[in-house]
């Protein structure tokens, strides 16, 4: 069974940067789509940053240019870059692995971010 485990997520002033983690295990990880997601309280989930097997990467339009999401196959790990933080920002973050032949899908449990003064 698989799992994805995120790790990175802490209180940081508006300005600064954070790296979220992603670790798969129990996966052929090369074969899945990584993405990001983040859920604000009282809000709808969202995707934040996805990257495809081919390293194909799209970003939602509030974070671009400041988000930047990678992965590294051979760790089975997928990071979510953040700079220039905003309060707006302030959400649980979770890692989302997708294989859309097998019809596959995981989710992380979610790392809290907070940015605030």
């Known amino acids: 069974q698989g799992q994805l485990v995120e790790s990175g997520g802490d209180l940081v002033q508006p300005g600064g940067s954070l790296r979220l983690s992603c670790t798969a295990s129990g996966i052929k990880f090369i074969m899945y789509s990584m993405a990001w997601y983040r859920q604000a309280p009282g809000k709808q989930r969202e995707l934040v940053a996805r990257i495809g097997s081919n390293e194909r990467t799209n970003y939602d339009d509030s974070v671009l240019g400041r988000f930047t999401i990678s992965r590294n196959d051979a760790q089975n790990r997928v990071y979510l870059q953040m700079d220039d933080l905003k309060p707006e920002d302030t959400a649980v973050y979770y890692c989302?692995?997708?294989?859309?032949?097998?019809?596959?899908?995981?989710w992380g449990q979610g790392t809290q971010v907070t940015v605030a003064s």
């Open positions: 989302n692995g997708v294989w859309r032949a097998l019809n596959e899908s995981y």
